[in-house]
């Protein structure tokens, strides 16, 4: 094939490029509209009550769909993010949403928050989970990110224990493969002297820091985030962080992965105060105070054995009402208005001293 002929292809596909992408942005604007359109209609039939924009399991249903009908090139998981962000910038034409998250900027936390909502929303980073319940409770902010389970580390204790005080909802989950990596501000590692990070996130790199750094002292800090901004300020250190921790804070990555456990992912949850309606692909989670007797677990989990709805998670907590009195915190597939879900939350309400609902929500995309 000549030059010219080459030449004369490459000029044809940019020009169908830039035809596609003038057809692009008209259909994006075209969305956009509607989307001004439908928030007009959720205003007119309020009848004076609290509009919510944001429906979860709509959203859920949209990205299952797009991701059905994807045939490629491009792969499910970016087909999903590009159309999460087209969701998120239509509802920022809505209405704007605060999320608080678990911060500071550069945690995992922050990523997640992006996954679940994209980047049309205000991201208010708070210091302790506490904070993220109380700003929701106080309607200061929409909704509320925070981490609930590690598949290396376990649960994440404090945020359960504040649904035993708390009245917020579970409005949804996301899941995020945890990579950690080692930064300094200088780009070289011939000078580290200490190595921070949060005492979790040291914990999952153990053994690649024995191996590589056995000598370097470990300094724990109150997040990845944090560390990297520690580091930001003393050439001789080093923190391990996520990606994103290293664009905020300008430092050069030496060491990509380290993390002990590959598939090391963290499951965060989302809490809002509205209840979301079924995505056709849900979750529950409860939580149940029960009888301090012999035969009380056994009472709990026999429905849902008998009925046939798999449980996703099942953990103890010491119920604050007395000494050695405990709850059972239980995530389980399927969604609260399905007729199966009320049947056994029904028999498990007759042995129960209570059952507490948290919310059911779409499952996490994977």
């Known amino acids: 094939m000549s030059k010219k002929a080459k030449k004369t292809g490459l000029s044809d596909l940019r020009e169908r490029i830039d035809q596609l992408d003038e057809e692009i942005l008209d259909r994006l604007n075209e969305r956009a509209s509607r989307a001004v359109e439908v928030a007009e209609v959720k205003l007119r039939e309020s009848d004076g009550e609290a509009t919510v924009f944001y429906r979860p399991e709509r959203e859920a249903q949209v990205l299952r769909r797009m991701r059905e009908l994807n045939e490629g090139p491009l792969t499910d998981e970016k ?9 998120s910038a239509c509802l920022a034409l809505e209405e704007p949403l605060k999320i608080a998250y678990l911060g500071p900027e550069g945690t995992f936390t922050q990523m997640a928050t992006q996954e679940q909502f994209g980047d049309s929303v205000v991201g208010i980073p708070l210091v302790t989970v506490d904070d993220v319940f109380r700003e929701v409770t106080s309607e200061n902010c929409n909704y509320g990110v925070v981490p609930v389970e590690n598949s290396s580390e376990g649960v994440i204790s404090h945020t359960l224990d504040n649904f035993l005080s708390s009245n917020l909802r579970i409005c949804g989950e996301v899941e995020i493969r945890v990579h950690h990596h080692l930064m300094t501000s200088s780009g070289s590692d011939s000078e580290i002297k200490r190595i921070y990070s949060h005492q979790q996130t040291l914990g999952q790199c153990r053994r690649w820091l024995n191996g590589h750094y ?4 470990q300094l724990t800090a109150t997040s990845n985030a944090e560390a990297a901004r520690r580091i930001a300020e003393e050439p001789d250190a080093a923190a391990i962080a996520g990606e994103i921790a290293a664009d905020i804070y300008d430092l050069k990555i030496i060491s990509r992965q380290i993390e002990d456990e590959h598939d090391n992912t963290t499951r965060f949850i989302v809490v809002g105060r509205d209840e979301v309606g079924p995505s056709g692909n849900d979750k529950t989670s409860i939580v149940v105070y029960t009888h301090n007797q012999p035969g009380a677990l056994y009472k709990l989990l026999e429905p849902f054995h008998r009925h046939g709805v798999s449980l996703t998670s099942i953990e103890t907590r010491p119920s604050r009402t007395g000494m050695w009195s405990y709850v059972f915190f239980i995530d389980f597939e399927g969604h ?12 498990i309400d007759k042995d129960a001293l209570e059952v507490k609902m948290l919310g059911s929500y779409p499952r996490a995309l994977t």
């Open 79 to 87: 087909i999903s993010r590009i159309y999460r962000e087209v969701m």
């Open 214 to 217: 056995p000598n370097v002292p």
């Open 336 to 347: 609260h208005s399905d007729e199966l879900i009320q049947t056994v939350l029904g028999e």
